[in-house]
């Protein structure tokens, strides 16, 4: 029955998954359409230079277009994930009180269960349009130059490789996170202050370090960042690009360490839902 079905990310995506394919092709057709821009703006700058109005008439149907369909997507995705939510959340409060839980319990898993329809509703949509940005900025780049196609892919890389090597630990500072604010009700009704204050006192120590692991891994990150910041511009005008091309260029690459940034959020959001789906079906569960 689906009220003892598992709670995960996967599943939640199975389970509603005509729904949920319907926001998503919504966002790959905007995110498409918003990774036109700076080749349009390129080719409107062009065209200007030699007279022409023709890339600039595009540009503004381009941005009609983006209106359009990006309204569209918005209004579908928030009845959508509202729907989903009622249907999930009741269930999961009902299974907890057959099993006997308490309150405080079910009070926080419900708080819990929150964080997969938000991470559906606002996240899923900015990672799908990050990794069309990502993987068609890489595209549109080898077209103008190599050098910095190459610069841009290595950084994708290093972005991998620091959250393979800190998976691990992200994931076990979260289940301590989770378990002290699993205690969060219960520490309250106490009423004991010196009880109430070691438990919001164990709960920022772990914020803190799930912060201070995030903070190394973006200042590694960001160095990589400025290597590309420093290479693109020269190895685009010393290679006689056109000058629309390399406003484009470096437009592109500004979008694509933009869409980059923002994937160690991503992942740190993912290794999170991994955790608590574990916390929620009391076992193990892929995400």
């Keep these: 029955m689906e009220a003892t079905q598992a709670i995960s990310l996967s599943g939640l995506i199975r389970r509603f998954r005509w729904r949920i394919s319907l926001t998503l092709m919504l966002v790959v057709l905007e995110a498409g359409i918003s990774l ?17 109005y023709q890339g600039v008439v595009l ?12 309204s569209a997507r918005r209004f579908y995705d928030t009845r959508t994930y509202a729907g989903i939510y009622e249907k999930v959340a009741s269930e999961m409060v009902e299974r907890e009180r057959h099993r006997g839980a308490s309150v405080s319990k079910i009070t926080a898993r419900s708080s819990l269960m929150t964080e997969f329809v938000e991470f559906l509703e606002n996240s899923v949509p900015e990672i799908v349009g990050s990794v069309v940005g990502v993987v068609g900025t890489l595209i549109i780049l080898y077209g103008i ?15 991998i490789a620091i959250y393979v090597v800190t998976g691990g630990r992200n994931l076990r500072l979260n289940a301590g996170y989770n378990d002290e604010l699993e205690q969060q009700v219960d520490a309250i009704a106490s009423g004991k202050r010196h009880g109430i204050n070691a438990h919001y006192s164990r709960l920022m120590r772990w914020n803190i370090r799930l912060s201070d692991l995030e903070t190394l891994n973006y200042s590694a990150f960001f160095l990589g960042v400025v290597a590309l910041l420093f290479y693109a511009p020269v190895a685009l005008v010393t290679n006689g690009v056109e000058a629309g091309f390399v406003i484009a260029a470096l437009m592109y690459v500004f979008q694509y360490i933009e869409g980059l940034v923002a994937m160690p959020l991503y992942m740190q959001q993912v290794i999170r839902l991994r955790e608590i789906s574990s916390r929620l079906n009391d076992r193990s569960v892929p995400i």
């Design 59 to 70: 540009l503004a149907v381009l941005g009609l277009a983006a209106l359009v369909v990006g």
């Design 145 to 159: 130059n190599l050098g910095v196609f190459a610069a841009s892919l290595g950084l994708l890389v290093l972005v």
């Design 36 to 52: 036109l821009f700076p080749l349009f703006i390129g080719l409107s700058v062009n065209g200007l230079l030699e007279g022409s």
